[in-house]
T-cell receptor, first 115, second 110 residues
Framework: DTGVSQNPRHKITKRGQNVTFRCDPI?????LYWYRQTLGQGPEFLTY????????KSRLLSDRFSAERPKGSFSTLEIQRTEQGDSAMYLC?????????????FGSGTQLSVL | AQRVTQPEKLLSVFKGAPVELKCNYS??????LFWYVQYSRQRLQLLLR??SRESIKGFTADLNKGETSFHLKKPFAQEEDSAMYYC????????????FGQGTRLTINP
């Protein structure tokens, strides 16, 4: 499968623990996005990277959330001191080309459950 | 504030009947609207975008700036159209950040 890959598919953790998710974008896609989707809602934009630069992170939900994209390839999303309200599906998407014409390709997501 | 509203969480129609999924948006700038679809056990994927003015799988959507709407239509529903449909507003600021609606689950009955 040459699409966007996310690992793990599922993560169960206890409140207060740290978790990290990984996203491998489609090769040569220079933009990478993170979205969060809670039950019954559409995806919610969190942050995005152009190559290795994180160009917007204002939508990250709190300072417990951080994302990196070293070397402009894969990306990680970390949540520190997890809370039950962090339980959600975390989606990654990648794209390339001009913003006005770009098409986002989504991964299958990581389902986080905080007990 | 940017907002997308899909008033119907669930929509059920019979095969061969017309389908219309409603979407309204709120945005002060020049909007770019999309419909994304998620079939059972598949990833979220782009169905169509308003600037393309194309028909995908028989679906069309027209941007009505006066009514701030971008309804998705298909004249004759097929069973394989059953899926979750999301309307999204694109905010283009160097990248395409999307504001999604809550989604409408469309079920096509045989």
């Amino acid at each position: 499968d040459t699409g966007v890959s996310q690992n793990p598919r599922h993560k169960i953790t206890k409140r207060g623990q740290n978790v990290t998710f990984r996203c491998d974008p489609i090769s040569e896609h220079n933009r990478l996005y993170w979205y969060r989707q809670t039950l019954g809602q559409g995806p919610e934009f969190l942050t995005y990277f152009q190559n290795e630069a994180q160009l917007e992170k204002s939508r990250l939900l709190s300072d417990r959330f951080s994302a990196e994209r070293p070397k402009g390839s894969f990306s990680t999303l970390e949540i520190q001191r997890t809370e039950q309200g962090d339980s959600a599906m975390y989606l990654c998407a990648s794209s390339r080309g001009a913003a006005t014409n770009e098409k986002l390709f989504f991964g299958s997501g990581t389902q986080l459950s905080v007990l | 504030a940017q907002r997308v509203t899909q008033p119907e969480k669930l929509l059920s129609v019979f095969k061969g009947a017309p389908v219309e999924l409603k979407c309204n948006y709120s945005y002060s700038g020049s909007p770019e609207l999309f419909w994304y679809v998620q079939y059972s056990r598949q990833r979220l994927q782009l169905l169509l975008r308003h600037i393309s003015r194309e028909s995908i799988k028989g679906f069309t959507a027209d941007l009505n700036k006066g009514e701030t709407s971008f309804h998705l239509k298909k004249p004759f529903a097929q069973e394989e159209d059953s899926a979750m449909y999301y309307c999204a507003l694109g905010i283009i600021q160097g990248a395409q950040k999307l504001v999604f609606g809550q989604g409408t689950r469309l079920t096509i009955n045989p």
